[in-house]
């Protein structure tokens, strides 16, 4: 299986998957050829996700998992509704 680069090759190798899922004659039970290619190409999609999407802006579960389990943890300020009004 070819390493996926570019968006619009991994858009491509989703919807060939969702056109075999969707067949009504589903080839992904009966043939174990495509079978293998369907995991290959799946396998192919997730690593390109991975480079693509690792080091975005956005933080990591884990990342944010910690930063909610700090903050949990610190005691608030009391809050004094006389300010409010």
């Known amino acids: 299986m070819k390493k996926i680069d570019t968006y619009e090759q991994k858009e491509k190798a989703l919807n060939w ?13 009966k043939d174990e050829r495509t079978k293998n ?5 799946s396998a192919a999609v997730q690593e390109y996700n991975e480079r693509q999407y690792k080091p975005s802006e956005y933080p990591q579960q884990d990342e944010v998992v910690d930063k909610v389990v700090e903050n ?14």
Request: aromatic residues 10%; hydrophobic residues 40%.
């Open 17 to 29: 998957m969702v056109e075999m899922a969707e067949h009504p004659l589903k080839p992904l039970e």
């Open 37 to 41: 290619i369907y995991e290959r190409t």
């Open 72 to 85: 949990i943890e610190e005691k608030p300020d009391a809050v004094n509704l006389d300010e409010w009004f």
